[in-house]
């Protein structure tokens, strides 16, 4: 059963910017496409940005432009910088495989808080 750890969550001003890092257990962490979804509050979870096992990256229109997901296979850690960030992008971050790719799903981390707030 692969572990996800999610951190790098935190509180800032809107127009800042957080890193967040996720680290999966196991070695087939770099076969799968992976995605960082979030929850808002009153919310569903939604998939925001995702990455393939080579590299190609998608994002969702809200936060095109502003955040960029990558990862680091040898690490199996995947990685997510946020910029310019708003208050709507107040949520807990998990990441996981990418759903839309087909995966089933791991069993979800704890997530990291992200708070925009002035």
């Known amino acids: 059963q692969v572990q996800l750890v999610e951190s790098g969550g935190g509180l800032v001003q809107p127009g800042g910017s957080l890193s967040l890092s996720c680290a999966a257990s196991?070695?087939?962490?770099?076969?799968?496409?992976m995605g960082w979804y979030r929850r808002a509050p009153g919310k569903q979870r939604e998939l925001v940005a995702r990455?393939?096992?080579?590299?190609?990256?998608n994002y969702a229109d809200s936060v095109k432009g502003r955040f960029t997901i990558s990862r680091a296979n040898a690490k199996n850690t995947v990685y997510l910088q946020m910029n310019s960030l708003k208050p709507e992008d107040t949520a807990v971050y998990y990441c996981?495989?990418?759903?839309?790719?087909?995966?089933?799903?791991?069993?979800w981390g704890q997530g990291t808080q992200v708070t925009v707030s002035s």
């Open positions: 996981n495989v990418d759903r839309t790719a087909g995966f089933v799903l791991w069993s």
């Open positions: 196991g070695s087939i962490f770099g076969f799968y496409a």
């Open positions: 990455i393939t096992s080579g590299g190609t990256t």
